[in-house]
C-alpha cells in the first residue's frame, strides 16, 4: 500500500503501487487496535511513501512524526507538509497544512498501520520471511532478497531496521503487486521478537545462532536462546522454522513449534529425523579474499541434488549466511539450481560491512564497522588472518592490522570478552591491534600477552599514526557508537594523497 525506504522491488514500478487515502489510513489504523482520528479531509490521496524524516518526503507521503529524546517529531509536520508530505501520523494534533491522523502514541500508530497493510496483503498471498540470531542477519537478509527478487517483487528493508520502528516502517512498503517480504527482527529483552511477529506474522522463521550479542541484556546464552526462539513459536502449522543444525541451542528449538522443520549444516551435521528439508554447504573452498565457493546439498524426501556456489562477499562465515537464506528460499519453494545461481550473484547491499578498499600498494582496507560483537570479530579476525596467509608469497614483509573498537551491550562479561577478542586476534597472527573505547586497555594487553604488537589509542590520532606497507591488510571494526567509518575515510583521504614505506617513508610509485 504505501511504501518506506526498502531495497530494490524487481518488476514492480511506481505505476504499480497503489495509493490510499486519509480516511482510509485512519479506518485501518484504527481497526488495528490504535484509535485513530482524523483531523482534515478524509479524500486526500497518500502514498507510497512513509517515512520519518522530514529529509525523506517525497511528493504525497506519509509522514510519521515519532517523539524523540530531544524533538517530538508531531512538531515537525508543518516541515513534512512544506516538503510535499501528504498527511501526518502523530500523537497529538498540530497545526500544519496537512490531514493528520491523530493517535495516542505515534509508534503504535505506525505498527498498527503496518499490521493493517500487511493483514491485507497476507490475504492475497504474500509470503513474509523473518530472521533474527545473534550475529549475520543482515547479510543473510540481504542475501535472501536477492534471492526472492529473481523470481518476484519483494520487499525488504535497507541497512538493519529490525527494531519496533524499523520493521513496521519496511512491512508498509508492501502492496498488491508484493510477492515476498523479508523482515530482519532483532532483541533486547524477552518479547520483543513476539511483538514484531504480531506485526509481520511469519511463514518462514530462521534463528541464524545464539552468540553473545546483549548479552549484558539478557544474562546469559540460554535467555538469548529463549527470547529469539520467539520467532519459531509465531509460526503457523503450514509455516516452515528453519535452523541451525550446527548450533545447539538453535537446533533444540523445534519442540516450540508445530510448522515444518528444514535444518542447515555448513559443518556436515548429520540430517535430523523431524528435516523434512535439510541443507548443507559441501566441500567448501575460500580464495585469496576469503570469498566462499561450496556445493549446496538439497535433499527434499528422498531425492538430494547439488549445486554450486561461488559467493561474492568477503569472509569464510558469509557460507553460513548464505546456506541459511538458501535453505528459506528453498522453504518457500524455489529452484535449488536458481537459488545457487542468484547466491552467485549476489553482493553486499548494507554499507559498512566487510566493505574491500584496495588502496595504492596493494594494501587492502576492510571496513565492517556497522557493528561488532564478540562472534562478529571473530569471524571479521579469521577472515583478515587467513587474508594475510593467502597473499604472503606476493608481499611478504605485508602485515595485518585490526583497529578493534568497543563492543557494546555486554554487562559485566564486557572485559572479558574484549580481552578474548584481543587474544584471539594475537593467536591467528594479526600483527598489529590497536584497540580504542573504555577497554582499550584490556584489548591491547592481552593483544600483546598473545604475542601481537599491540597499543591502546585514541580514535583521532589512528589515521595518521600508520604506516603502511605493500600489501598490508587493514580491519576496522567496533559497535556503531563509536563510528569507526571516520577513521576508514580519513585512512582513503590520505591513500589519495600519499602513501609510504613503513621504515623509510618513501613514497610509492603510482
Known amino acids: ?243 541451525n543444525a550446527d548450533d545447539p541451542r538453535v537446533a533444540a528449538m523445534a519442540p516450540r513449534t508445530n510448522a515444518h522443520i528444514a535444518r542447515w549444516t555448513t559443518t556436515g551435521a548429520a540430517r535430523a529425523s523431524d528435516a523434512e528439508l535439510f541443507v548443507s554447504a559441501d566441500h567448501i573452498t575460500t580464495d585469496a579474499l576469503q570469498r566462499g565457493s561450496f556445493q549446496l546439498r538439497v535433499t527434499r524426501g528422498g531425492a538430494t541434488s547439488t549445486h554450486p556456489v561461488r559467493l561474492r562477499l568477503i569472509g569464510a562465515h558469509q557460507v553460513l549466511n548464505a546456506t541459511a537464506a538458501a535453505t528459506m528460499a528453498l522453504a518457500a519453494g524455489l529452484d535449488p539450481a536458481a537459488v545457487a545461481a542468484s547466491l552467485s550473484t549476489a553482493t553486499t547491499r548494507s554499507p559498512l560491512r566487510m566493505e574491500l578498499h584496495e588502496l595504492r600498494g596493494g594494501i587492502a582496507l576492510i571496513n565492517d564497522s556497522y557493528n561488532a560483537n564478540p562472534d562478529s570479530m571473530a569471524a571479521a579476525l579469521h577472515a583478515v588472518a587467513a587474508m594475510g596467509a593467502a597473499r604472503h608469497d606476493e608481499y611478504p614483509r605485508a602485515r595485518t592490522i585490526a583497529i578493534l573498537g568497543e563492543m557494546g551491550e555486554l554487562g559485566t562479561q564486557s572485559a572479558r570478552l574484549h580481552a578474548r577478542v584481543a587474544r584471539l586476534a594475537a593467536d591467528l597472527g594479526i600483527d598489529i591491534v590497536i584497540a580504542l573505547g573504555d577497554h582499550a586497555g584490556t584489548m591491547a594487553q592481552a593483544a600483546r600477552e598473545g604475542g601481537a604488537q599491540a597499543r591502546a589509542a585514541r580514535k583521532e590520532e589512528v589515521a595518521d599514526s600508520l604506516e603502511l606497507v605493500p600489501g598490508d591488510i587493514v580491519l576496522v571494526k567496533a559497535s556503531r557508537s563509536m563510528a569507526l567509518e571516520d577513521i576508514t575515510a580519513q585512512l582513503l583521504s590520505l591513500d589519495a594523497a600519499t602513501t609510504h614505506h613503513a621504515a623509510g617513508k618513501e613514497e610509492l610509485p603510482r
Open 1 to 243: 500500500m504505501l511504501r518506506p525506504q526498502t531495497t530494490k522491488n524487481q518488476g514492480q514500478g511506481e505505476s504499480d503501487v497503489r495509493v490510499t487515502t486519509t480516511g482510509d489510513l485512519a479506518e485501518l489504523v484504527s481497526a488495528h487496535g490504535t484509535p485513530c482520528r482524523l483531523q482534515g479531509s478524509a479524500a486526500v490521496p497518500v502514498g507510497p511513501q512513509v517515512v520519518i524524516d522530514t529529509h525523506q518526503v517525497t511528493p504525497g507521503a506519509l509522514f510519521v512524526g515519532l517523539p524523540g529524546e530531544h524533538v517530538d517529531g508531531a512538531d515537525l509536520a508543518p516541515q513534512a507538509a512544506g516538503a510535499g508530505a501528504a498527511a501526518a501520523l502523530v500523537g497529538h494534533d498540530v497545526t500544519a497544512g496537512l490531514p493528520r491522523l491523530i493517535v495516542e502514541d505515534a509508534g503504535r500508530g505506525l505498527s498498527a498501520l503496518a499490521t493493517g497493510v500487511v493483514a491485507t496483503e497476507l490475504a492475497r498471498g504474500l509470503i513474509t520471511f523473518a530472521i533474527t540470531g545473534s550475529s549475520g542477519k543482515t547479510s543473510t537478509k540481504d542475501l535472501l532478497a536477492q534471492v526472492l527478487e529473481a523470481t518476484g517483487p519483494t520487499v525488504s528493508p535497507a541497512g538493519n531496521h529490525n527494531n519496533e520502528i524499523g520493521v513496521p516502517l519496511s512491512a508498509c512498503g508492501v502492496d498488491a503487486t508484493t510477492r515476498y517480504l523479508v523482515s530482519e527482527m532483532g532483541s533486547r529483552g524477552k518479547g520483543d521478537v513476539a511483538t514484531l511477529c504480531r506485526i509481520v506474522p511469519p511463514r518462514i522463521s530462521t534463528v541464524l545462532n545464539v552468540g553473545t550479542a546483549h548479552l549484558g541484556e539478557f544474562g546469559s546464552q540460554d535467555a538469548i536462546a529463549e527470547a529469539k526462539g520467539e520467532i519459531v513459536e509465531a509460526l503457523p502449522a503450514d509455516g516452515w522454522a528453519v535452523l
